[in-house]
């Protein structure tokens, strides 16, 4: 999908407008990054498309809302990840409450989002220019690969070992 860019020559043509909504969930790669692009309830979404956790596809991931927030949900760990500004959620509840409440806080920014434009049908992708670094970030490009060949290792030895102890 590299290639095509807007007239200012910033973003990446992701596909047509239809064609994404369509498909709900699209993956697309920019400039050796790994992007989900999302279409859901009428707003496209952009946010790297491996969990910042250990490298869930999020593509499989189930959307949420929790807080007032739009999230996905990893399939792995069932991390929760806001779409729109890539913040981790977790659910908190005051022990010394005597009838707690849960509500759900945020662990900061941890999943790059990138910004989302479309122009006479078509999508692009302007891929984030924020120096902060991202826990997403560890699983881009080549040494992201790299890491996530180790993560899908370790959970197949971790799936043997335990159809081996089954057996015994």
């Avoid at 790669?29 to 279409?39: A, F, K, P, Q, S």
């Avoid at 900061?108 to 479309?118: A, F, M, N, Y």
């Avoid at 984030?128 to 560890?138: G, H, Y």
Wanted: hydrophobic share 30%; net charge neutral; with cysteine.
């Amino acid at each position: 999908m590299e290639g095509k860019k807007d007239a200012r020559g910033e973003a990446h043509f992701v596909g047509m407008r239809e064609e994404l909504i369509e498909a709900k969930r699209s993956v697309r790669t920019l400039e050796g990054r790994d992007v989900l692009v999302i279409y859901h309830l009428e707003t496209f979404y952009a946010i790297d498309s491996y969990c910042y956790h250990e490298a869930g596809a999020l593509q499989n991931g189930d959307i949420e809302e929790l807080g007032g927030k739009l999230c996905i949900i990893c399939p792995n760990h069932k991390y929760k990840i806001t779409l729109a500004e890539g913040e981790g959620l977790y659910k908190y509840t005051d022990p010394e409450e005597k009838s707690p409440v849960a509500m759900w806080l945020s662990k900061g920014p941890k999943q790059r989002v990138h910004s989302i434009t479309e122009a006479n049908g078509e999508v692009y992708v302007k891929l984030s220019e924020d120096p902060q670094r991202r826990e997403s970030d560890f699983y881009q490009g080549e040494r992201g690969k790299v890491q996530r060949a180790k993560v899908e290792e370790a959970k197949a030895a971790k799936a043997a070992k335990a159809l081996q102890e089954k057996k015994s």
